[in-house]
């Protein structure tokens, strides 16, 4: 197991699973440029074709979680609850603490038939991301600025056009807008002091306009809310640079599905709602740091050999015409074309430690502080 371990944690083994997400990225947004001419022909051929594509990128990420790290997921849920996942549209909301908290959320997608089509309502920054932007395009991932007066009519035009969307899709909420950090917690429960609202101790205030908006565009399409709260045994806090050196994680999920018809319909009614909601998860965080668990029983999907199927089929197809190219580099002895193939070793890295770094708590933005922002929300 050492062994494993330390070959896990190989620089150069790393960055030939980064040249095979990225080159294997690049060949997938193309094919879902090319895919561009069935829309105006058959628009959900176009869909089910670039949900397949979306998989076959995404699942690589998965994989790194399910089988490179070896991270174990628990649901604490009934199988009532269970057996309804993957056969119906929902909104699924889920607290915003860690770095891989949507890697957590996506093994789930994965192993209920859903990674394709999940969406997100995801920041406009993110859309110059490549790959990662490149690829929710064309997925029609609704882009917001934050900025309700910019974004309305863009929310709610990719929202309505979500409606006829063949595959069943989860549709994963962020309702606290960031990820969670200490400064950003402190201005949050100012602002819900200043609101009357009660303070939460392992969340932020959720905002609730982009909930409410979306439960009230895909009303009739959405069939129940599922409200996910994540955490991870013994105090973890895992990192995406911690999954890529193959260190291994144990997160749980509490998962509760609420009926569509159970929420209100009234604007601010279904905000104070998901207000509840999130004292209630507040809740469940505090009774998990005291027990080490959630309450309810507990549900182990299996992981499915499909993720690793797809990196494999990835990884034969790239990797052995570089590797071919590289021993010939060498045995060329030129100097040009051994600075050359280095230079190119150099960019890849920082390009992957880059694409790494979107997903680092330190790094993530903010508009919290702002007052403008503020008055926006």
Known sequence: MALVGYLKSLFILQLLMGFVFVVSGLIINFIQLCTCVLWPVNR???????????????????????????????????????????????????????????????????????????????????????????????????????????????????????????????????????????????????????????????????????????LHCLKGTVKAVYDVTLNFKDNQTPTLLGIVNGKKYKADMHIRRYPVEEIPDDEKECADWLHKLYQEKDALQEAYSKDGKFPGPTIIPRRRIWTLLNFLFWATLLLSPLINFACGVVVSGSPLLIIGFTIFLIIASVAIRRLIGVTEVKKTGSSYGDQEAKKQN
């Not at 889920?94 to 908290?101: S, T």
């Not at 991932?141 to 990719?158: L, N, P, Q, S």
């Open 44 to 214: 959900q051929l176009y869909r089910r074709i670039n949900c397949r594509l979306s998989y076959s990128l995404w699942s690589q990420l998965v994989m790194l979680l399910e089988w490179w790290s070896g991270t174990e997921c628990t649901l604490y849920t009934d199988q009532a609850t269970v057996d309804k996942f993957g056969k119906e549209h929902v909104i699924i909301i889920l607290n915003h603490n860690y770095e891989i908290d949507f890697l957590c959320g996506w093994t789930m997608c994965e192993r209920y038939g859903v990674l394709g089509s999940s969406k997100v309502l995801a920041k406009h920054e993110l859309l110059k991301v490549p790959l990662i932007g490149w690829t929710w395009y064309f997925l029609e991932i609704v882009f917001c600025k934050r900025k309700w007066e910019e974004d309305r009519k863009t929310v709610f035009a990719g929202l309505d056009r979500l409606k006829d969307y063949p595959e069943y899709m989860w549709f994963l909420l962020y309702c606290e807008g960031t990820r969670f950090t200490e400064k950003k917690h402190q201005i949050s429960m100012q602002v819900a002091e200043s609101k009357g609202l009660p303070k939460l101790k392992y969340h932020l205030l959720p905002r609730t306009k982009g909930f409410t908006t979306t």
